[in-house]
T-cell receptor, first 110, second 116 residues
Framework: LAKTTQPISMDSYEGQEVNITCSHNNIATNDYITWYQQFPSQGPRFIIQGYKTKVTNEVASLFIPADRKSSTLSLPRVSLSDTAVYYC???????????FGTGTRLQVFP | DAGVIQSPRHEVTEMGQEVTLRCKPI?????LFWYRQTMMRGLELLIY????????DSGMPEDRFSAKMPNASFSTLKIQPSEPRDSAVYFCASSLVSGRAANEQFFGPGTRLTVL
């Protein structure tokens, strides 16, 4: 079963790029990697998902190295409203078991 | 669509009482998930349904926990009897595509449960 670890917290300033890494050393071959954002008193909200290489959407990019043992969520030009907790989620295609990472609390300062 | 709906939003009960949490997934979604979130253990998957059928309940902590999905628009998570260590925020989520566990999930607002 895959295990996922993330840095506990990160600080940034408005307008900077933020990169949050998730380690999933035991990810199975068919696992996808998904990232979620969570604000206080709310459920997690989907940000981006990928299987390998690089994926980009209107809010973030996801970088996955060839060995897929980690992934990096990149948030370009963060704003105060990006202050939240970010989780990676690894799913296994065959068993459908899901494991959330430990979460990274991002604080953006003006 | 109103999104995933959970009720109640807050529940305070005494140890030993039965607790029932309810969830209405997004219409047309084929998969439904129940999660629990605590400071100590983070977000944990409890159980997962595909097309109303429980697929993986290995995350259900004890026999005191049970979940049902009688139809595509309703699911319950029951704890009987409840204990203080069950205090947590319980989330329900749904996704459009079944069988792809890492697909985009839409989460409800959660139910904050406090067991005294």
């Amino acid at each position: 079963l895959a295990k996922t670890t993330q840095p506990i917290s990160m600080d940034s300033y408005e307008g900077q790029e933020v990169n949050i890494t998730c380690s999933h050393n035991n990810i199975a071959t068919n696992d996808y990697i998904t990232w979620y954002q969570q604000f206080p008193s709310q459920g997690p909200r989907f940000i981006i998902q990928g299987y390998k290489t690089k994926v980009t959407n209107e809010v973030a990019s996801l970088f996955i190295p060839a060995d897929r043992k980690s992934s990096t969520l990149s948030l370009p030009r963060v704003s105060l409203s990006d202050t939240a907790v970010y989780y990676c989620l690894v799913g296994d295609y065959n068993t459908d078991k899901l494991i959330f990472g430990t979460g990274t609390r991002l604080q953006v300062f003006p | 669509d109103a999104g995933v709906i959970q009720s109640p939003r807050h529940e305070v009960t005494e140890m030993g009482q039965e607790v029932t949490l309810r969830c209405k997934p997004i219409s047309g979604h084929n998969s439904l998930f129940w999660y629990r979130q605590t400071m100590m253990r983070g977000l944990e998957l409890l159980i997962y349904f595909n097309n109303n059928v429980p697929i993986d309940d290995s995350g259900m902590p004890e026999d005191r926990f049970s979940a049902k999905m009688p139809n595509a628009s309703f699911s319950t998570l029951k704890i009987q009897p409840s204990e203080p260590r069950d205090s947590a925020v319980y989330f329900c989520a749904s996704s459009l595509v079944s069988g792809r566990a890492a697909n985009e999930q839409f989460f409800g607002p959660g139910t904050r449960l406090t067991v005294l």
